[in-house]
């Protein structure tokens, strides 16, 4: 008898979180993709088959354990802006809960929580901002060692390569390439060559660690005509390293591309 009654209590309560799951549901993009620089927003929102019976507690978004904004049961938005430095706001209208950053940089991508709690149950997912390809460009200069290059505003990390004319230089002693993260998570990449002079121009390009393909290229003039000779205007330029010679040396920089679409 009792025995029965326990069976019979925990098949009604099964039964009723299975019912209560499917009642209530939560909608997020698993995905949503962003271009640099550009807004993108994340939203969630709630859906019941008995939306009148529906009394939203509790909703909101975070990421890492943090809340960024917040809903509380009379409907109240709050915003947690200080805590992040990323530029951001949400609303909260119909039920869903929008998270809006104003220009996404790398530190905006992620992975962010969005939570339910209602008198229908308690329901979580997850969405991920992710940074599409990025390269602010390559500015190539020479110094007194040879041709160098700069690319600034990189996402994901790449790999610098060096030709001249058609032939791939090797990644030797000659060939540095160091990196460093800037604000928002941004990527900067510095790499020189210790090449001679030469009248055919260097090309430093670079290759993203995502996709593979070139984001960002260009070419470096690097001519005798601008070092030959021991007593001239240019050569005490360029020895003055590469920042002042940078001005004296022709070059072409180029942007090939911006997104991966
Ligand atoms: C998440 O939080 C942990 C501990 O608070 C911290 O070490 C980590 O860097 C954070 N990750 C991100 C992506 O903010
Ligand atoms: C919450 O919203 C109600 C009206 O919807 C308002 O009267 C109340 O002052 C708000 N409370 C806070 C803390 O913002
Ligand atoms: C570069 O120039 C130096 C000095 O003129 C010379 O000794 C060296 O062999 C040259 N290297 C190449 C690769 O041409
Ligand atoms: C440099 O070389 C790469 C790889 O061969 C090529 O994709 C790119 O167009 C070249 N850039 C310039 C400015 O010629």
């Known amino acids: 008898m009792t025995g029965f009654t326990a069976l019979h209590v925990l098949w009604l309560t099964s039964a009723f979180t299975f019912a209560r799951e499917e009642m209530v549901r939560?909608?997020?993009s698993p995905?949503?993709?962003?271009?640099?620089g550009r807004p993108a927003a994340l939203r969630c929102s709630v859906s019941s088959e008995r939306p009148s019976h529906l009394r939203v507690?509790?909703?909101?978004w975070s990421?890492?354990?943090?809340?960024l904004c917040s809903v509380n049961s009379r409907g109240n938005l709050s915003t947690?802006?200080?805590?992040?430095p990323s530029d951001f706001h949400c609303g909260y209208e119909d039920q869903q809960l929008v998270l809006v950053f104003n220009r996404v940089r790398p530190m905006e991508s992620g992975r962010y929580g969005c939570k339910l709690q209602s008198n229908q149950g308690a329901l979580h997912q997850y969405t991920v901002l992710e940074l599409?390809?990025?390269?602010?460009?390559?500015e190539g200069y020479v110094t007194r060692h040879g041709p160098a290059c700069r690319f600034?505003?990189?996402h994901p990390d790449g790999e610098v390569h060096w030709f001249h004319g058609s032939r791939r230089l090797p990644h030797d002693g000659r060939h540095g390439t160091t990196k460093r993260v800037e604000d928002g998570g941004w990527l900067s990449i510095d790499s020189h060559l210790r090449r001679n002079a030469s009248e055919?121009?260097?090309n430093c390009s670079l290759r993203s660690a995502g996709s593979g393909r070139v984001i960002a290229s260009a070419l470096v003039y690097h001519t005798d005509a601008l070092l030959e000779g021991d007593g001239g205007h240019a050569p005490s330029l360029l020895r003055n390293g590469g920042a002042a010679a940078a001005g004296a040396v022709l070059y072409i920089s180029t942007s090939l591309l911006f997104t991966l679409q």
């Open 26 to 28: 939560l909608h997020v």
């Open 31 to 36: 995905r949503v993709a962003a271009a640099a």
């Open 132 to 138: 599409e390809e990025h390269s602010g460009g390559a």
């Open 80 to 84: 947690n802006a200080q805590l992040a």
């Open 57 to 60: 507690q509790h909703m909101e």
């Open 200 to 202: 055919e121009p260097y």
């Open 152 to 154: 600034r505003h990189v």
């Open 63 to 67: 990421r890492n354990k943090t809340t």
